[in-house]
């Protein structure tokens, strides 16, 4: 009776609640996917009726894995640069003095108060002037420049909470900057790097702007934009774009079961002070 009486009921249903609003988008999506559009058109929504893998053959036949190809480069790529570049600027500012440190923090922190899409008409000339123009590297480029600002903010203020003790022990054995960097920074970094790796990947993953405007061909045309393949002029194959975007979120939520608890971790340090 004492722990009956101790249950915080009125959450647990307003948990339920909330879970049913969240969860009930997703199965009609997935159980949509699994339709012909026919079955779309006619069916109760709810309801799985005979599920069919057809809508899944078509979006792998129109060039999805090249799409995926793309995508996964693009995010590699700038979830490597953001890491490296943000764990070096992170710990000069950490370990500098003066004005030049506090300056770069708040070129940083800047860095945050300017929306992408006030910065994409410079972006496109000088992607141009580059010869960079429907190439993976002028997805690469901006997307990491833009992932930097709150990458450096969220390894500051973890970098802050390493005791300075542990660098003058290093230094008085004789370690340089980098090898206190690589060797005693970086391990001790990795919850919010891994937080740093998992939000930049997404924004990389999902981004729109860059490959609608600095992208044309199929070549280097990333997932976002597979769902195009999918709409004519006068309707469009609602059960083939939800297979492609079943298909496109299952790399994000197995990444996010694979870090969630360090993506806690990470945002929570350093923060608490």
Do not use: C
């Amino acid at each position: 009776m004492r722990r009956l009486f101790h249950l915080n009921i009125p959450g647990a249903l307003a948990g339920l609640v909330w879970f049913a609003i969240v969860a009930l988008p997703v199965y009609w999506m997935v159980v949509t996917s699994l339709r012909n559009q026919a079955g779309y058109l006619t069916a109760d929504p709810l309801v799985p009726g005979k599920p069919t893998s057809a809508q899944y053959h078509r979006v792998i036949q129109v060039g999805f894995l090249s799409y995926l190809r793309n995508s996964s480069v693009v995010t590699f790529s700038v979830v490597l640069m953001v890491l490296v570049f943000a764990l070096m600027a992170a710990y000069g500012i950490v370990r500098g003095r003066g004005w030049i440190a506090s300056g770069t923090f708040r070129l940083f922190l800047l860095g945050l108060a300017i929306p992408l899409q006030a910065a994409i008409i410079p972006i496109f000339f000088i992607v141009n002037k580059l010869h960079l123009y429907d190439t993976l590297p002028a997805l690469i480029f901006p997307t990491a420049a833009f992932s930097l600002p709150i990458a450096v903010l969220i390894l500051v203020n973890f970098l802050r909470d390493v005791p300075a003790e542990l660098y003058e022990a290093m230094k008085i054995d004789g370690a340089s900057e980098w090898q206190m960097l690589w060797k005693l920074a970086t391990p001790l970094s990795r919850p919010a790097l891994l937080t740093v790796g998992i939000f930049t990947a997404l924004g990389a993953w999902n981004g729109f702007l860059f490959p609608l405007v600095l992208t044309q061909s199929t070549s280097t045309r990333v997932l976002p934009f597979a769902l195009y393949d999918f709409q004519t002029q006068f309707g469009i194959n609602v059960p083939a774009v939800l297979a492609a975007i079943v298909l496109t979120t299952l790399p994000v939520f197995a990444l996010y079961l694979l870090g969630r608890r360090q993506l806690l971790t990470g945002m929570t340090a350093g923060f608490s002070r």
